[in-house]
């Protein structure tokens, strides 16, 4: 069968590699070994292929004859587009070589360090999906499962896929194309998976699945809402990451590399991919775990919902969602706004006044400075909240537009208004914020919410899942009104269905004065010393309670300052984007930018003093090889990961000393994105194995580097010793 490879890509050479040149790659490639996974039959297969391209391109006839072959097709692409299919395919077996049964899984081997990952699959394929298959081609020869069993090449073959696939999906995911990236690394995953081997592989397929979920979250739910099927799918994904994590700020590991604070930054971006409806029915679900972070995005996604909806209930429900979240942090004025689109007004204006957000207080007064009280400013300050901080927040409501007026002249908020108690009867809601400040709810509650069943989930306790198993994530259905109350209820006046109610004119409302913290006058002893006692306990619980109330809402404060930033208040940059990964993934970007114009020696010496770094690194006793990839491409860079893999496989390292000095620089090709460099490299090495000391050279010498411009600068594409002085 062929195989499209040639010996100078064997090799790792450029057609005009010198003899030296071509001494020293062939001893390189000998000397590297794949994966330690690998059988020995597999790397003598590879052995084999490289040594007959080392013999064929030592002779100088066979060479002079190969690269007449070679130039004739590797230089003729004008010719081959106008070339029928069939004349194509002959042509290009011009650049491809002539390999026995026993040399294919060396060659998909060299395909594989040379980045041809979808050719390894094409070719590996078909003896995976038809094992019992036998084909006869002038160009593809396939064993029987029996021949592949009796060799022992099956297990290679599918180790070389599946690490082809393990490859191809981190290039795919450097790309940015995420659900491409996760096609391939499922692939290589169920391949292990069904045929049973090599679990080590397995988990680093498995690993990076894990750390690609958000960035597939993120693309799925980016796509038109007319793509249901994908973007259910990334639903699925981001119902299961909330499930490993325990929530939206649960502490579990999800394997995603993800901290809780780089979590939230993903869930504020992604909500802006998410309708009003699915936050409502996520957040919902996640608000029940007890969640205070899920609870506070609850009520964004109701009170969004209640407006555009027209559903006043739901903002009633947000309403009292804020209740248990006001015993741990101020959330007076979203407390105001719901009660003002419920048209409570005196509720509204008396529990603005408790707000410490000053900032918002300042415009809301100001805009009522002619006003007897805060309505006005408070109406205005409602819409401009509506339109800046809510709406921006989901998908089909980015250009909604809030209005007041066009929202209470709705004929079924105006029914659902008028079925409400007036405002001295819903001062009980309130009351349940703080005990001291306002009498304790009476039994006239309002009917049609049942404070005890629909917010126990709020209690310290355990969350509601039981055994382990969380419920659906859709389930809850949005809440239907309750029945009307027939009695002791405020109707609204004409003048209320276009605009909020407001206090009748020259009724100043009186301001509401914090109340004190006791009930009345404590019963002192009659001794010194009791009263000394009492008022030193009293003085320790205040101090108490005000540093564990100061360190409350500070935390809570946090994460409410992260996901919902004043309109004036420049919010936390996201730490993950798109474009920008929050985690290490296997292609991160260059130190080295692009520069304009040829390569200059300041340059050169730039880059290979790092690569030295680099190279000194990723052999050393860590084995850093994070950076490995900023600095090599293409052939080299896969012929150094084999270096280092065996090394580590076999507990060796090195340290090096090196000393650079630059002696040419030419820049090569009309494009200017291709240099050589060659440099006098001195380097001392000592060798390490399993801990101690075994040798130690000294070597200088003259490497040949070939540089690549790339977008993210200069990388080195293959290198060679010119010289051993």
């Given amino acids: 069968m062929r195989i499209p490879l040639d010996y100078y890509r064997i090799l790792g050479l450029p057609l005009a590699a010198s003899d030296e040149q071509l001494r020293q790659a062939y001893s390189d490639r000998i000397v590297q070994l794949p994966r330690r996974e690998y059988s020995i039959a597999a790397i003598s297969s590879r052995k084999q292929l490289i040594e007959e391209a080392y013999v064929v391109l030592s ?14 097709h590797a230089y003729a692409p004008d010719r081959a587009e106008n070339q029928t299919d069939n004349n194509q395919e002959q042509d290009a077996q011009g650049l491809s070589i002539e390999i026995t049964a026993d040399e294919l899984i060396g060659s998909m081997l060299i395909l594989q360090e040379l980045g041809e990952y979808e050719l390894v699959l094409k070719l590996g394929r078909p003896y995976l999906v038809n094992r019992n298959a036998a084909s006869s081609s002038k160009t593809t ?15 290679d073959i599918i180790l070389t896929v599946a690490l082809a696939c393990l490859e191809l999906g981190r290039e795919q995911w450097q790309q940015g194309h995420y659900e491409n990236a996760a096609i391939s690394l499922e692939t290589g995953e169920q391949l292990l998976l069904r045929e049973r081997l090599f679990p080590n592989v397995q988990a680093e397929i498995t690993l990076d ?27 699925k994904l981001l119902q299961n990451i909330l499930e490993d994590r325990g929530g939206i700020d649960g502490a579990r590991n999800d394997q995603s590399g993800l901290n809780i604070d780089d979590f939230l930054r993903f869930i504020q971006q992604l909500r802006n991919h998410l309708t009003v409806t699915e936050q409502h029915k996520i957040f ?13 995005l609850t009520v964004y996604a109701l009170i969004a919902r209640g407006f555009t909806q027209r559903q006043p209930a739901l903002i009633r429900q947000a309403k009292l969602m804020l209740i248990p979240l006001a015993k741990r942090q101020d ?6 706004l719901c009660a003002l689109l419920l048209g409570q007004t005196e509720e509204a204006t008396r529990v603005l006044e408790l707000s410490q957000e000053y900032e918002a207080l300042a415009i809301i007064r100001e805009k009522s400075k002619d006003s007897p009280d805060l309505l006005p400013g408070l ?7 509506l339109q800046k901080e809510v709406f921006p927040h989901f998908r089909d409501l980015a250009k909604q537009q809030a209005s007041l007026k066009v929202y209470f002249a709705d004929s079924k908020v105006q029914a659902y208004l008028e079925a409400l108690p007036n405002d001295a009867q819903a001062t009980n809601e309130w009351a349940v914020v703080n005990h001291q400040s306002f009498p304790e709810p009476q039994t006239n509650h309002i009917p049609e ?3 005890e069943s629909e917010y126990s989930h709020f209690s310290s306790s355990a969350p509601v899942y039981g055994s382990g198993q969380a419920p659906e994530l859709f389930t809850p259905q949005p809440p239907t009104p309750a029945p009307e109350a027939k009695n002791d209820q405020k109707h609204v006046n004409n003048d209320a269905r276009v605009s909020p109610p407001v206090p009748p004119h020259g009724k100043r409302r009186k301001r509401r004065k914090l109340p004190d913290r006791g009930h009345g006058q404590p019963i002192f002893a009659n001794t010194l010393e009791a009263k000394t006692r009492l008022v030193w306990t009293v003085f320790a619980s205040l101090v108490g309670l005000l540093v564990f109330g100061l360190l409350v809402s500070t935390t809570f404060g946090l994460v409410k300052n992260l996901l919902f930033p004043r309109v004036s208040v420049l919010g936390v940059p996201l730490a993950i984007e798109l474009n920008q990964p929050p985690v290490v993934i296997p292609d991160p970007t260059t130190q080295e930018r692009s520069l304009e114009g040829p390569l200059t020696n300041d340059t050169a010496e730039q880059v290979i003093q790092n690569w030295l770094s680099t190279k000194a690194a990723a052999l050393g006793p860590n084995h850093e090889i994070g950076n490995l990839d900023q600095i090599l491409t293409g052939s080299a860079l896969s012929q150094w990961r084999l270096i280092i893999q065996q090394d580590i496989a076999d507990n060796r390292y090195r340290r090096y000393v090196h000393n650079l000095k630059v002696e040419l620089v030419n820049n090569v090709g009309i494009s200017q994105n291709h240099a050589v460099v060659e440099a006098q490299v001195n380097e001392v090495t000592d060798f390490y194995e399993s801990s101690q000391k075994k040798t130690s050279t000294q070597e200088n010498l003259l490497v040949r580097y070939n540089l690549i ?5 200069w990388r080195i594409h293959n290198m060679s010793v010119v010289n051993n002085r």
């Fill in 284 to 296: 919902e679900v996640e608000s029940k775990r007890p969640s205070a972070v899920g609870t506070y």
């Fill in 709 to 713: 411009r790339t977008k993210d600068g």
């Fill in 209 to 235: 699945l894990y750390k690609l979920r958000p960035y597939r979250i993120l693309e799925l739910l980016a796509l038109p809402l007319e793509k249901t099927a994908e973007r259910r799918q990334g639903l």
């Fill in 379 to 385: 109406c205005l300050y409602s819409e401009q909240w």
């Fill in 59 to 72: 002779d100088s006839k066979q060479r002079s004859t190969y690269d007449q072959l070679y130039l004739a």
């Fill in 331 to 336: 959330v007076h004025l979203e407390q105001s």
């Fill in 141 to 155: 020869y396939h064993p029987t499962s029996q021949e592949l069993s009796e060799s022992s090449e099956l297990p």
């Fill in 449 to 451: 919410v049942d404070q």
